[in-house]
């Protein structure tokens, strides 16, 4: 089984509608992060949780928000969808000492 | 923050040598890592220079100058599942943002027969 997963892996949704992308690991790390990726801008963080009652704004948190639920769960949600969220979405973890991040499959959505 | 230059497309021949350059500017630096990203797929991660110098892991090379802010990935002996996109990311190294990384925009490398 994968260590990080991602649901839903692809969704068409929307402007205006609330979305919930979640995100699981079984790697036991306490570092967790979200992500887009758009043709052309690379990857850009949108949130990361140091632990679940940390959690900090990446470079591009608005129109987002998130919930760590537990130390295996992070999840990131759209309040109101727009169309420039269309993107690649990906979570990733580390542990409190590792160079690297772990990620998983993404989810691919796409708001009309 | 960081501002981080990498080239958008390269193309080059099976079994040639390959490098991919980036040029980064940073406010604080602790590390910078290579990821190869297959086009659809998650990122994986390639290397790891926290020090100046080569760090070689296979047919995969590494280089950093941190007085330079330059690092580049040299790949031998090019395959066709090599053609990918590569990520060079640097991680912060200050305060509340440690170990948190941003990624340049990623360099596609197409690799021809």
């Known amino acids: 089984d994968a260590d990080v997963t991602q649901t839903p892996r692809n969704r068409i949704t929307k402007t205006g509608k609330r979305i919930m992308l979640e995100c699981s690991q079984t790697k036991g790390h306490d570092r967790m992060y979200w992500y887009r990726q758009d043709p052309g801008l690379g990857l850009r963080l949108i949130y990361y949780s140091f632990d679940v009652k940390d959690i900090n704004k990446g470079e591009i948190s608005d129109g987002y928000s998130v919930s760590r639920q537990a130390q295996a769960k992070f999840s990131l949600s759209l309040e109101s969808a727009i169309p420039n969220q269309t993107a690649l979405y990906f979570c990733?973890?580390?542990?409190?000492?590792?160079?690297?991040?772990?990620f998983g499959p993404g989810t691919r959505l796409t708001v009309t | 923050g960081q501002n981080i230059d990498q080239p958008t497309e390269m193309t080059a021949t099976e079994g040639a040598i390959v490098q991919i350059n980036c040029t980064y500017q940073?406010?604080?630096?602790?590390?910078l890592f290579w990821y190869q990203q297959h086009a659809g797929e998650a990122p994986t991660f390639l290397s790891y220079n926290v020090l100046d110098g080569l760090e070689e892991k296979g047919r995969f090379s590494s280089f950093l100058s941190r007085s330079k802010g330059y690092s580049y990935l040299l790949l031998k002996e090019l395959q066709m599942k090599d053609s990918a996109s590569y990520l060079c990311?640097?991680?912060?190294?200050?305060?509340?943002?440690?170990?948190?990384?941003?990624f340049g925009k990623g360099t596609k490398l197409s690799v021809i027969p």
């Open positions: 940073t406010s604080g630096f602790n590390g």
């Open positions: 990311a640097v991680r912060d190294g200050s305060g509340a943002g440690s170990y948190q990384l941003t």
């Open positions: 990733a973890t580390s542990d409190d000492y590792s160079y690297e991040q772990y």
